[in-house]
């Protein structure tokens, strides 16, 4: 469905994304993990149209789109729910889940809007409230579901635990196999890799605007220096450890 060839990406004259190499399958859960500052959002910006690239291509679903302008973009499948929510504040949660599926006819916006409310109830409830009054964890369902309402086929999510505590992570994260059971290809990006990993088919670790590292999720899970650069892990430690390591870095 996507796939990411020798892509080049700079701010100013400061290169950050170096030759990045990279595919997803239509129907797979996939996860970019990796430090602060490794390139991850970047990438998932340069894919979505909002980060111009250098050099390289983007093909989705077999069309070349890396000189598409992002609407054009998302009307092609592709949606993103970006690092730190950027929810519409003053909105209400009904206008910025308008706003979400503003390309679709009126129809379709209220089929999707009640699959939505379905999905995440608390939405439902709170739909005649500023979106800027939802708790993190109800801001992030109102990101998600602002980008459901394009009905994507690829959904991007930008490090979507950021701020929230781990029982919220875990409910985000349960989502996902739901979302790919109703036909949506998911690439995730996401500091925190246990959680990652845990729920995706295979997955690619970058740093420094590289990729170096790829394969089943399970493997990389348990590649030693995975786990000791990103999980916090020796090679012993058990799942127990690593759920433990997981949570510690959240509360932190």
């Given at each position: 469905m996507l796939k990411v060839e020798n892509l080049s990406s700079n701010y100013g004259r400061i290169e950050v994304l170096?030759?990045?190499?990279?595919?997803?399958?239509?129907?797979?859960?996939v996860t970019i993990v990796g430090s602060n500052g490794?390139?991850?959002?970047?990438?998932?910006?340069?894919?979505?149209?909002?980060?111009?690239?250098?050099?390289?291509?983007?093909?989705l679903n077999g069309e070349r789109i890396e000189r598409l302008p992002a609407h054009r973009r998302l009307q092609r499948g592709l949606a993103q729910v970006p690092e730190g929510r950027h929810i519409f504040a003053p909105l209400s949660v009904?206008?910025?889940?308008?706003?979400?599926?503003?390309?679709?006819?009126?129809?379709?916006?209220?089929?999707?809007?009640?699959?939505?409310?379905?999905?995440?109830?608390?939405?439902?409830?709170?739909?005649?409230?500023?979106?800027?009054?939802?708790?993190g964890g109800q801001q992030q369902?109102?990101?998600i579901g602002r980008a459901l309402m394009s009905s994507p086929k690829l959904l991007l999510l930008d490090e979507p635990?950021?701020?929230?505590?781990?029982?919220?992570?875990?409910?985000?994260?349960a989502l996902l196999p739901r979302l790919r059971s109703q036909g949506i290809t998911i690439l995730v990006v996401e500091q925190s890799?246990?959680?990652?990993?845990?729920?995706?088919?295979?997955?690619?670790?970058?740093?420094?605007?590289?990729?170096?590292?790829?394969?089943?999720?399970?493997?990389?899970?348990?590649?030693?220096?995975?786990?000791?650069?990103?999980?916090?892990?020796?090679?012993?430690?058990?799942?127990?450890?690593a759920r433990h390591a997981y949570e510690s870095s959240h509360e932190s």
């Open positions: 170096h030759q990045i190499n990279f595919a997803v399958s239509a129907g797979e859960i490794a390139g991850k959002t970047t990438l998932l910006r340069a894919i979505s149209g909002v980060q111009p690239i250098g050099a390289g291509s983007i093909t009904a206008d910025n889940l308008a706003l979400g599926g503003w390309l679709r006819s009126a129809t379709q916006r209220r089929e999707t809007l009640t699959q939505v409310y379905d999905m995440f109830p608390v939405l439902a409830e709170k739909r005649a409230i500023s979106a800027g009054l939802l708790s369902m109102l990101a635990s950021m701020g929230l505590a781990p029982i919220l992570v875990d409910q985000i994260f890799a246990y959680a990652a990993l845990a729920i995706a088919d295979r997955g690619y670790v970058m740093e420094t605007g590289r990729v170096i590292a790829s394969g089943p999720a399970a493997d990389l899970l348990n590649d030693p220096q995975v786990r000791s650069a990103y999980l916090g892990l020796t090679s012993a430690a058990s799942p127990h450890e």
